[in-house]
Each structure stands twice: as C-alpha cells, then as structure tokens.
C-alpha cells in the first residue's frame, strides 16, 4: 500500500502529510541500509515480507501448541493469519 517505484525504477516509500487540513504525498527511497548507499529491489522488498508472514504462521502454529490465542486488533492489517477483533475504548 505505501510502496512505490519511481521514473528511474526505484522503490519508494509513500509518506502521507497533513498540513492545515490539506494532504500532500511524497516519496522517499527504501534505503537498504543507514548510510542510504543502496536501495532495495522490489523482489527483495518481497522476500522480506514473506519472511516476516511465514514467521506469524509459525508464531500462530506455536500459540495452538500452546492452547493459546492470537488475536489482531489492528484497524489496517494485511495479517491474514490471525483471528481479527475490534475492541471498544
């Protein structure tokens, strides 16, 4: 949802702003590293975020072992793993 490629086939980040009850979108590069020598490829953007999927089905296989319950109550989640609720505050 918030990632981009740019014109020179760069993946961007989408950063969202408010100012005075306005919005503005702008993108920046999705860095590989702090010193922003190199930016990610998309397929490694990919790779990376199936790692972290696989790893909350493992997360979700460990809590039935345990007889435990995971519940997402995030509002915006492409976890498909896990129970959803809202909660009331």
Known sequence: ENL???EKNQVCLKDLHFYDN?????YRLF???AEQRETFKMHEVFIALGKAFYGYELM???????NCK???VSEVSFIDTFERKKIQI
């Open 22 to 26: 306005a919005s503005q979108v702008t």
């Open 70 to 72: 995971i519940i997402n």
């Open 60 to 66: 979700k296989r460990y809590a039935d072992y345990c």
């Open 4 to 6: 981009h490629v740019n």
């Open 31 to 33: 860095y590989t590293d």
